[in-house]
């Protein structure tokens, strides 16, 4: 059986509840008895089913939410790399021709900051004296300089290469987070039906000791009801999970 394709059955029609007044077990008519038990027979055919399916539908959405996870992960690592390489080399790079140029660019930057000082006291002599030298490194340091300032565009240019293609990825997996929410959303409405299934379960098994079979049947309606509802949501889940799955899929294609 498919159990992605609705159950369909029919049940057969349980006695109203006004016939259990008071918290007493009531006196009734042998016939609804038998109905009652009939019932019970009935519903017993579909819950079986639909129980066989739950399980089954349990099994695959954990071992397709198992895959999901562990290749979300993979695949976010791989976008940590993307471009890392260049970016981490050019940085390398750029902070290596700093080093290597800060003694003279910090000459350069003294020598005109003297200048300026002399100038400014009007001391011509220190401030010819002082140009002299400055302008004997200008043209290196002038070169230092836009040598640093070339490897610093090459850097951010990395930087943005880097963004844009992470960015590809990253918005064709933007889906994911979306479905991830209406799981949990979903996983939040399995949990309530499961915690009635249980309630409904206990007094199914009480009314059963005290051969009580109306109530049983009633009950049992009940625990079948919030069965169906569990394979519902978990029909919705599980469809869910394989659309994250070709989310995955899709954005992995989207790597440089």
Known sequence: MNWRQPVKMTLLAVIVLSMML???????????????????????????????????????????????????????????????????????????LQRKHAPLLEQYTSLSKQVTAAKKRKDKKSADLLELKRNQLKPVATAASAEIKAKKEALAAAKKSKAAKTKVVKDALAPVQTLKKQITAENKSVAAA??????????????????????????????????????????????WERKIAQNITQAAAKLP
Do not use: C
């Open 194 to 239: 499961r915690k009635h299934l249980s309630a409904a379960d206990k007094r199914y098994k009480a009314s059963v000791k005290r051969g009580d079979a109306i109530v049983a049947a009633l009950e049992l309606k009940t625990v079948y009801d919030q069965t169906k509802a569990i394979h519902a949501s978990l029909t919705k889940v599980y469809e």
């Open 22 to 96: 008071g918290g007493h077990r009531p006196v009734v008519a042998s016939s609804s008895w038998d109905a009652a038990l009939d019932g019970i027979d009935a519903v017993y055919d579909g819950l079986t089913a639909v129980q066989t399916l739950v399980k089954q539908e349990s099994l695959e959405i954990s071992a397709l939410r198992k895959k999901n996870n562990d290749a979300l992960s993979a695949l976010n690592a791989k976008i940590k790399t993307i471009d890392q390489a260049a970016v981490a080399r050019l940085s390398q790079e750029t902070e290596a």
